[in-house]
């Protein structure tokens, strides 16, 4: 529970001191499909995804749904793939990472302009930059996750 607390903590209060890093890294979003992809349990990942989502809508300005939406299936579709794949491989986490992005932006999206019927500006070069950026940190994050949890 101490990992998805203190990632929202950081996406919520790191960008007030460095407002890009908000634009470009979703650290509730990594640790969603970190554990998703662990547990390896659809039902699991759900919930999981479910939990971080709603707790991440709490903490920010838009309707509460749109992340535990977005997150929830991304948290699904994890653990639904982590039991097919080789989930210690840097590459295929990478890869992973970088499409769950794509899902999660889309989702996000597209719920939030057609059913809540807010304005969302998009741009393609601005969400690759940001899925490579959230890829590469997932990779960091995953490495550093992999040794807490072979500490314990």
Do not use: C
Not at 2 to 14: E, M, N, R
Not at 65 to 82: C, H, P
Not at 108 to 134: D, E, I, K
């Amino acid at each position: 529970m101490g990992v998805p607390l203190l990632a929202l903590f950081l996406q919520a209060f790191v960008p007030l001191r460095f407002p890009r890093f908000a634009v470009y890294v979703d650290l509730p979003l990594l640790v969603t499909i970190f554990f998703a992809m662990a547990r390896r349990n659809p039902m699991a990942g759900t919930l999981t995804g479910a939990v971080i989502g709603l707790a991440q809508d709490m903490l920010g300005h838009n309707p509460i749904g749109l992340y535990g939406i977005a997150k929830t299936l991304v948290g699904y579709g994890a653990s639904s793939l982590g039991v097919k794949l080789d989930v210690e491989n840097a590459g295929a986490r990478f890869l992973v990472t970088l499409g769950f992005y794509f899902v999660h932006s889309t989702v996000y999206f597209a719920v939030a302009r057609y059913l809540v019927n807010m304005t969302q500006p998009a741009s393609w070069l601005h969400g690759t930059l940001a899925g490579v950026v959230n890829g590469v940190l997932g990779v960091i994050v995953y490495f550093l996750l992999d040794r807490f949890k072979q500490r314990t």
